[in-house]
């Protein structure tokens, strides 16, 4: 391959011409290198084609971390289908409205999630085949061996260009259900390449990767991202605080990703005499000052800030020279060149700098648009620009600082919730006249979810118990959106706008005048 990598497919051949025996993947006693992740990734992408999938079609994965998942993301992009990532946490209510949305036509998963298959096979009539990685007795279910079985490890000849769509993924929308947003081969490339070049990463690094490759920071910002500069990954399923730092020092880790849950964790581990004594040189983390300053000095270890979002993979990034640095900030656009920050006021002017607005990029991996929904996508992308929903400013040296969240959502760890989701949920409920849902500070995940509760004239507290709401929540909506926090209300604010009641709320709730339920002190009970 003469000519620069444009798709992912390009980029993995490109490593493995170039590397084939150097290593890029463990996970568990599995050891790959270039040349044998690119081998399966073929046998993989031939699997597919012999199954029927072609230029365009949909592929759910509803896994846990694994290397098949990782294979079957350049699998797909090798062909030109299209891979769509389901949150593992998802009930089938919320599973099978992304495999039905999508229109997806193959569905690759493992045994344990095959009952929430059998739950939503029949809502989704665009779904063909069904693949498991573990082998079962459903006779519909291909075994992915079976799916691998005879197969070439050669590259399949497929002409797959830039623009093409590689991915849609579902996230939290405003208006209830998640929107598509289709990202092209080109920003898959593009995007973790030059991240990986802004923090200085070099076939010599090794990422270590526990968050869930379903979401873009896991996948893009840290796997493909090592992948692009021929480093080395450690996979594992989740993230475990107990065995972190024996792993990081077991297997020579150099980096990581921790969202913002995992650095509290490991500030409150018991301190030890060798915290400081690790090869981790370098964390991904948007930390306040205090914490960020905590990390570094008790783990030896240079965090730098991130933003950017599923809409847009080209992170803005803190400088690795500290001197330059601004604790508090989100850093500086990565590929400046290409890549455009502004802040503009309610009325569409430009803010100037320290003035409070909307955060709007401009970058050649913004998404092409929502997946069947171009009210969304009009709302979204305006004039060339990406309007992000997020409120912030720049200093007079461009350096982005997040403020807040102009769209309705708490921010829980990793996961983005929809308040108007949870809230049509809660309102279906036939005790239940109205609800506002609203994020609320925590030490640990950043926000959690509480829930203001009025309910009918029919019903009271006692009839309708927090334990029975939460029931309720738990059967339509993944465990992460499910409220911690419950409080009846005889009556909501009445404000003019959606928007001022729920500001009002998060006043009040530093300072609550009834009774709030909370999930968690009364599971304890």
Same mark, same amino acid.
């Given at each position: 391959?003469?000519?620069?990598?444009?798709?992912?497919?390009?980029?993995?051949?490109?490593?493995?011409?170039?590397?084939?025996?150097? @290593?890029?993947?463990?996970?568990?006693?599995?050891?790959?290198?270039?040349?044998?992740?690119?081998?399966?990734?073929?046998?993989?992408?031939?699997?597919?084609?012999?199954?029927?999938?072609?230029?365009?079609?949909?592929?759910?994965?509803?896994?846990?971390?694994?290397?098949?998942?990782?294979?079957?993301?350049?699998?797909?992009?090798?062909?030109?289908?299209?891979?769509?990532?389901?949150?593992?946490?998802?009930?089938?209510?919320?599973?099978?409205?992304?495999?039905?949305?999508?229109?997806?036509?193959?569905?690759?998963?493992?045994?344990?999630?095959?009952?929430?298959?059998?739950?939503?096979?029949?809502?989704?009539?665009?779904?063909?085949?069904?693949?498991?990685?573990?082998?079962?007795?459903?006779?519909?279910?291909?075994?992915?061996?079976?799916?691998?079985?005879?197969?070439?490890? =050669?590259?399949?000849?497929?002409?797959?260009?830039?623009?093409?769509?590689?991915?849609?993924?579902?996230?939290?929308?405003?208006?209830?259900?998640?929107?598509?947003?289709?990202? /092209?081969?080109?920003?898959?490339?593009?995007?973790?390449?030059?991240?990986?070049?802004?923090?200085?990463?070099?076939?010599?690094?090794?990422?270590?990767?526990?968050?869930?490759?379903?979401?873009?920071?896991?996948?893009?910002?840290?796997?493909?991202?090592?992948?692009?500069?021929?480093?080395? +990954?450690?996979? %594992?399923?989740?993230?475990?605080?107990?065995?972190?730092?024996?792993?990081?020092?077991?297997?020579?880790?150099?980096?990581?990703?921790?969202?913002?849950?995992? @650095?509290? +964790?490991?500030?409150?581990?018991?301190?030890?005499?060798?915290?400081?004594?690790?090869?981790?040189?370098?964390?991904?983390?948007?930390?306040?000052?205090?914490?960020?300053?905590?990390?570094?000095?008790?783990?030896?270890?240079?965090?730098?800030?991130?933003?950017?979002?599923?809409?847009?993979?080209?992170?803005?990034?803190?400088?690795?020279?500290?001197?330059?640095?601004?604790?508090?900030?989100?850093?500086?656009?990565?590929?400046?060149?290409?890549?455009?920050?502004?802040?503009?006021?309610?009325?569409?002017?430009?803010?100037?700098?320290?003035?409070?607005?909307?955060?709007?990029?401009?970058?050649?991996?913004?998404?092409?648009?929502?997946?069947?929904?171009?009210?969304?996508?009009?709302?979204?992308?305006?004039?060339?620009?990406?309007?992000?929903?997020?409120?912030?400013?720049?200093?007079?040296?461009?350096?982005?600082?997040?403020?807040?969240?102009?769209? =309705?959502?708490?921010?829980?760890? =990793?996961?983005?919730?929809?308040?108007?989701?949870?809230?049509?949920?809660?309102?279906?409920?036939?005790?239940?006249?109205?609800?506002?849902?609203?994020?609320?500070?925590?030490? +640990?995940?950043?926000?959690?979810?509480?829930?203001? +509760?009025?309910?009918?004239? /029919?019903?009271?507290?006692?009839?309708?118990?927090?334990?029975?709401?939460?029931?309720?929540?738990? %059967?339509?909506?993944?465990?992460?959106?499910?409220? %911690?926090?419950?409080?009846?209300?005889?009556?909501?604010?009445?404000?003019?706008?959606?928007?001022?009641?729920?500001?009002?709320? %998060?006043?009040?709730?530093?300072?609550?005048?009834?009774?709030?339920? =909370?999930?968690?002190?009364?599971?304890?009970?």
């Amino acid at each position: 391959m003469s000519h620069p990598a444009t798709t992912l497919g390009e980029l993995l051949q490109e490593k493995v011409k170039n590397s084939p025996k150097a @290593p890029l993947l463990l996970f568990g006693e599995r050891s790959l290198t270039y040349a044998d992740f690119a081998c399966e990734v073929n046998r993989a992408a031939h699997g597919l084609l012999r199954l029927g999938v072609k230029k365009g079609d949909k592929i759910s994965l509803l896994l846990p971390n694994c290397p098949e998942f990782l294979f079957t993301v350049f699998a797909a992009s090798e062909i030109g289908a299209v891979f769509v990532p389901i949150n593992t946490a998802f009930t089938a209510e919320e599973a099978g409205y992304v495999v039905d949305h999508s229109e997806s036509s193959f569905f690759i998963t493992t045994r344990t999630f095959l009952p929430l298959v059998e739950q939503i096979r029949g809502k989704c009539p665009h779904l063909r085949r069904v693949v498991s990685l573990q082998k079962d007795q459903e006779p519909e279910c291909l075994f992915w061996d079976e799916l691998l079985f005879g197969t070439s490890a =050669d590259t399949p000849e497929i002409a797959v260009r830039p623009g093409e769509i590689a991915s849609i993924t579902y996230t939290s929308g405003t208006t209830g259900r998640p929107k598509g947003v289709m990202l /092209t081969q080109y920003a898959y490339l593009f995007a973790p390449q030059k991240r990986a070049e802004a923090l200085g990463w070099s076939e010599k690094d090794r990422a270590f990767v526990m968050l869930p490759l379903f979401h873009v920071n896991a996948l893009c910002h840290m796997a493909i991202a090592m992948i692009s500069v021929g480093g080395s +990954i450690l996979l %594992r399923e989740r993230f475990s605080a107990s065995h972190f730092w024996d792993e990081v020092r077991e297997y020579g880790v150099t980096t990581s990703s921790l969202m913002r849950t995992i @650095p509290n +964790i490991l500030l409150n581990l018991p301190e030890k005499p060798d915290d400081g004594k690790s090869p981790l040189r370098l964390v991904v983390a948007l930390l306040a000052p205090e914490l960020h300053l905590r990390f570094e000095e008790r783990f030896d270890a240079t965090v730098i800030p991130s933003y950017s979002l599923t809409e847009d993979i080209l992170s803005i990034l803190g400088p690795l020279d500290k001197s330059r640095r601004k604790l508090g900030s989100c850093g500086l656009p990565i590929a400046p060149e290409v890549h455009k920050v502004r802040i503009e006021d309610e009325v569409g002017a430009v803010c100037g700098p320290g003035q409070l607005g909307e955060i709007v990029k401009q970058s050649p991996t913004v998404m092409k648009g929502y997946y069947k929904n171009p009210e969304a996508t009009a709302e979204a992308l305006r004039g060339g620009w990406l309007y992000t929903g997020d409120l912030g400013y720049l200093d007079e040296d461009g350096f982005l600082y997040f403020v807040d969240r102009k769209k =309705d959502m708490v921010k829980r760890g =990793d996961e983005n919730i929809s308040s108007e989701e949870v809230e049509q949920v809660l309102n279906s409920h036939p005790l239940i006249a109205e609800s506002a849902v609203i994020g609320v500070p925590d030490p +640990i995940r950043q926000e959690e979810v509480k829930a203001y +509760i009025v309910l009918k004239p /029919t019903a009271s507290p006692e009839n309708l118990p927090p334990e029975e709401i939460w029931k309720f929540c738990q %059967r339509h909506l993944a465990a992460f959106k499910v409220p %911690r926090y419950l409080e009846y209300r005889g009556e909501l604010p009445k404000t003019p706008s959606s928007k001022v009641q729920k500001s009002q709320l %998060r006043t009040e709730a530093k300072a609550p005048k009834q009774i709030v339920f =909370d999930r968690l002190a009364m599971d304890k009970k």
